[in-house]
């Protein structure tokens, strides 16, 4: 089976490292070249277009940023649509809107090409290691098909129905991090403003029925200063508007989430769109004059499990 990737963001080349250290045949493609380059050195071949990647792969992975990006790599200008053939898999692996997933797998199917939205979750760290949930949304004989490759991109995969759910849950877990972004940043700040050692707070937080996912890796790079996630405020705003969206549409009246998009773009205007998501609290520090740092927390989070072999998740 060979494999496409097109898109080697922060977490597309470590998706794609995975498989290359799997020593699966894979063909990959950027906008940049270079994004590509050690990917090359470990035994990946180039293609120039995204229809080069259709044409010679039978599962065609893309993990872009946007959906616009999605359906500009997909629809656009010798796009995987020029060269894709009855029989293949494009999968997803973007955060996206589930109608453009859905939209796009009808273009897929009277080619006779099947589809799946297949969004991964748990940070760069875990992508690096092939240690990363997946959420898959697809028909179940499609999951069978990909479910190889998805075991070794990540360890924890859960078939989450039909196309386009697994879209609508990624989402709903970056809105819920999002929530406790913010929550953990308050509470660090008031911590340290109370005068707390923070050192010993963040280890309070950690046992505690306050722990989260997200303290335990973005408060750790809060406290250290380097705020570095690998996760840029464009893309927060980015899915958690979507997920405002589905609310919207399904007329759910949230209270929180119109409040946590404000504070996001406040963000974005004071911090810039490509600063780091944990570069939120800086709007805290300069507001209290306070610097919620502490020694002894690591630059980046990095994932200390060795690679295991993927597992589906099922209830």
Not at 52 to 78: M, N, Q, R, Y
Not at 93 to 103: D, G, I, Q
Not at 287 to 305: C, H, M, N, Q, R
Request: aromatic share 6%; hydrophobic share 40%; net charge neutral.
């Amino acid at each position: 089976m060979v494999i496409g990737f097109i898109g080697l963001g922060n977490v597309g080349q470590k998706l794609a490292c995975t498989l290359v250290r799997n020593k699966i045949q894979t063909y990959v493609h950027d906008l940049i070249y270079e994004n590509a380059s050690h990917l090359i050195k470990g035994g990946a071949k180039w293609a120039k277009t995204p229809a080069e990647v259709a044409s010679k792969c039978d599962i065609i992975i893309t993990c872009l940023p946007s959906p616009k990006v999605s359906a500009e790599v997909i629809e656009g200008k010798a796009g995987v649509l020029s060269g894709i053939r009855s029989g293949k898999t494009w999968v997803e692996m973007s955060t996206s809107e589930a109608s453009e997933v859905k939209r796009l797998g009808k273009v897929f199917k009277k080619l006779d090409v099947t589809s799946a939205d297949c969004p991964v979750s748990g940070g760069c760290h875990k992508a690096e290691t092939g240690n990363i949930s997946i959420f898959a949304g697809c028909d179940r004989s499609v999951f069978d098909k990909i479910k190889p490759i998805l075991f070794l991109l990540g360890n924890q995969v859960i078939h989450t129905g039909a196309l386009g759910s697994a879209s609508v849950l990624k989402v709903t877990t970056n809105y819920l991090a999002t929530t406790h972004l913010l929550a953990c940043c308050e509470a660090l700040t008031t911590l340290k403003a109370a005068k707390i050692d923070l050192g010993i707070a963040y280890e309070a937080i950690r046992i505690s029925s306050g722990n989260s996912f997200v303290h335990e890796t973005e408060s750790q790079v809060i406290l250290n200063g380097s705020r570095d996630i690998n996760f840029t405020l464009d893309l927060v705003l980015k899915d958690i508007t979507i997920f405002q969206n589905v609310a919207k549409s399904n007329k759910v009246p949230l209270e929180m989430s119109p409040l946590i998009i404000k504070i996001i773009k406040k963000g974005i205007e004071e911090l810039g769109e490509r600063a780091n998501s944990p570069s939120i609290i800086e709007r805290l520090e300069a507001a209290t004059g306070l610097k919620v740092t502490s020694p002894g927390f690591p630059e980046k989070i990095y994932d200390a499990d060795e690679e295991r072999p993927g597992v589906e998740i099922s209830r």
